[in-house]
Each structure stands twice: as C-alpha cells, then as structure tokens.
C-alpha cells in the first residue's frame, strides 16, 4: 500500500491524471472536488472567501488555497490499498508528511496556459489572463521548492498513460 501526493500547478495535468490512475485500481482523491476539504482564506483576516471565475491577479495575491489537514487525514486513515491525493494547497508544506512519496507534474510555461485558457467543464479557475499571471509570477520557485524537498518530477509533457506508467513504477507496480 502507497500513499502519495500528486501536486503541480494548474495545467498541468493533475485531474486528468486522477482518471488514469483509478484505471489502474489507485483509489484517487483530488482535493479540489472533495467538498469542504479546501477554502479560500484571506492572508491577512484569516477568513474565509469565496473565489469567482476571473477575480483576478490582485484577489489571489491577497488570498490562499488550504487544505484542511485532519479532514486530509480522516480521508486517509479509511483506506487500504494504493492511494493517490493529487492537488496544490497553500498549507501543503504542513501536511506531505502524510505521504510516502510526493511527485511533481511539471511541463513547460506555454503548456499549462494554453491548457488553462482552453478549459472545458466546470473548472475555470486561470482561464483568466490576471490569474494566469499570478501563477507565472510563482510557479517556478514552487518547482523548484518540491524538487530540492524531494519531489519526484514527472513530465506532463508526456501522456498520461506515460505518466501513470511512471508513478506506477516509483511505488513498486
């Protein structure tokens, strides 16, 4: 049994991969669609907030994305077998010692945009060019973070079903 995170910025691939892997028999959380697993909270107040398609760069800069860690845990304790836990929260720093491997999709600048302002579905979120901003202004101190922590990259370049191969094999499958 292997529990891992998957984290990575928007775009890269995180939620497609969550389809490929419970293909394979990984039981797959992502944390942005497990409801109240995560809220935005104002830096400052601490409060909550709510976030609306193409708030913008200045929103986000005042605000952050937690994962609330016992829930997390809760989620955990229930499961036997391969468990994946694939999403990107401000707090994740406290809470990736809940994992026996963290991997990092990682791709180039012009892919996760393209990708983000071509989303379909209800995920808009960095559609907009301001939040697409946001993240370019951050994005490569957070990789660079995960990588010298330990995280294991993995091209979202590539397929997903070359990605899935990859991690599948870093947890002994």
């Keep these: ?3 891992i995170y ?3 910025v928007s775009g890269t691939g995180k939620s497609t991969l969550t389809e490929e892997l419970a293909k394979r028999g990984v039981v797959c959380f992502d944390i942005d669609a497990i409801s109240d697993l995560c809220h935005w909270r104002n830096r400052q107040t601490k409060q909550r907030a709510e976030y609306q ?3 913008g760069k200045d929103w986000l800069e005042a605000h952050e994305w937690i994962c609330d860690q016992d829930k997390l845990e809760g ?3 229930g ?3 391969d468990v994946a836990v694939l999403g990107l929260a ?3 720093n406290d809470f990736q010692s809940l994992f026996e491997k963290i991997f990092l999709l990682r791709c180039k600048e012009e892919t996760f945009i393209h990708r983000l302002s071509t989303r379909d579905g209800e995920n808009q979120f960095a559609k907009d060019k301001s939040e697409q901003e946001h993240i370019l202004s951050w994005y490569k101190e957070f990789e660079d973070n995960m990588l010298k922590s330990g995280a294991v990259p993995i091209d979202s370049e590539e397929t997903t079903q070359q990605m899935a191969d990859r991690i599948m094999v870093a947890i002994g499958h």
Excluded: V
């Design 1 to 3: 049994m292997s529990k």
């Design 6 to 8: 998957i984290t990575g």
């Design 53 to 55: 398609y193409g708030i």
């Design 75 to 77: 989620l955990l304790a």
């Design 79 to 81: 499961q036997s077998g």
């Design 90 to 92: 401000s707090n994740q």
